[in-house]
């Protein structure tokens, strides 16, 4: 019998995401926190199937504590689509429903607008001093 470390090793990424991005479903946010703290979590894993990362679905289940949680890491793609093709901004429009978070997500993206200006960021800079969604 031979041993897979690497295959072990996925199989414990996965289920590690797979609890974080359980935890921003539910918008438990103290759970997403530790999470956080802990380390380990890549904020550009994709759910398997859907392409869904941590902020596509925060912003679609309008888990706006969870949402700046994560945006407050600085370490969000704001640019990456999901398995249709929608970004995070695009996702709080349609599936969330509110314009406000699409908005948002979409000034930071883009690095314009009014969440750039009260956060001090400019265009390509990181994105850890953010203020978050209000």
């Given at each position: ?120 960021r400019t265009a390509g800079q990181s994105g850890s001093e953010q203020s978050?969604?209000?």
């Amino acid at each position: 019998m031979t041993t897979d470390p690497e295959g072990t090793a996925d199989r414990e990424r996965r289920r590690r995401h797979a609890g974080f991005l359980e935890a921003v479903n539910l918008g438990d946010l103290p759970r997403v926190q530790q999470m956080l703290s802990r380390g380990g979590i890549e904020l550009s894993y994709a759910e398997p199937g859907t392409g869904y990362t941590a902020v596509h679905i925060a912003a679609g289940r309008n888990a706006i504590a969870v949402l700046r949680a994560l945006v407050a890491t600085g370490r969000c793609d704001l640019s990456i689509k999901d398995g249709r093709g929608r970004t995070p901004a695009q996702v709080a429009a349609t599936i969330g429903g509110n314009p406000a978070v699409a908005r948002y997500l979409s000034d930071l993206q883009h690095g314009a607008g009014i969440a750039v200006r009260r956060s001090g960021r400019t265009a390509g800079q990181s994105g850890s001093e953010q203020s978050g969604v209000e």
